[in-house]
């Protein structure tokens, strides 16, 4: 089932043509597609970062719509192409390369199938190496959307085992503290998106106004600590202060009230940029 909503990301950005090609093309196939952005403003190449925002987004959009997510630094080599079936009976047309790790950790994969490129690949394409966001992952996403083919002729189906993930930092929970690694930026504001889940800072049994020690490290270098206190929005500290609020994601979010945490203090995202939350004495 699908229903002619079609959802596009990428890392190309918008300085010049490549989103209104995909568009393009997708219009091409249906004209009545109803075609929206997510972002294409994804750091380049920065596949963890594609993964995050559809698992921020997915949910939201009603059942049968399609996405077509694109950060894609393998293009051109032997990754493959392919559509997932979420468990909510949503499609993302992506490449094999990590992009749907939170998706199947978080929402669930019903069934994923390799594009058959013979068949799901637009004409007199085949020469073009590196530009399969167009002609390969919007071509195939517009024939879904449009319900001009079903999931089954999308291509042999894959066991959802076998697709690529990426790492993920395990939360580490005591009954002093939990620690976890800065994922994401909330990138306008500044605000860092940890992996530590609310459940799991509920652990500690934190009372709104209480404060917490909270360490952060790039590696083993000490970036920042200091006392921090939790509250149910930003305003519950004074402009400059920094907080510990649960995000729109149900994940811990440390922020500055009308500033950015990630500049205040330079910090960066990924695996290496752990975070602990400590109980004070």
Known sequence: MTNKLLVLQSDFGLVDGAVSAMIGVALQEDATLKIHNLTHDITPYNIFEGAYRLFQTVEYWPEGTTFVSVVDPGVGTS????????????????????????????????????????????????????????????????????????????????????????????????????????????????????????????????????????TIYNNDMLVYQNQVVYGKSFADVRIGQPIIYINSLYRVGVAINQGSFAKAYNVGVGSNWRIEIKKMD
């Not at 001009?148 to 939360?171: C, K, R, W, Y």
């Open 79 to 214: 990754r493959k192409s392919v559509v997932a079936l979420t468990e909510k009976n949503q499609y993302i047309v992506t490449p094999d390369n990590g992009t749907l790790s939170f998706i199947k950790k978080h929402v669930g994969i019903k069934a994923v199938r390799e594009i058959s490129e013979v068949e799901n690949r637009r004409n007199n394409t085949e020469l073009s190496y590196t530009f399969h966001g167009r002609d390969v992952y919007a071509f195939t996403g517009a024939k879904l959307a449009s319900g001009h083919i079903s999931f089954e002729e999308v291509g042999p189906e894959l066991a959802v085992n076998d697709i690529i993930e990426l790492p993920v930092v395990d939360t580490s929970i005591s009954e002093t503290a939990v620690s976890g690694a800065v994922d994401i930026l909330d990138v306008r504001f500044g605000s860092l998106w940890t992996s530590i889940t609310r459940d799991e800072f509920y652990s500690l049994d934190p009372q709104f106004d209480q404060r917490f020690e909270v």
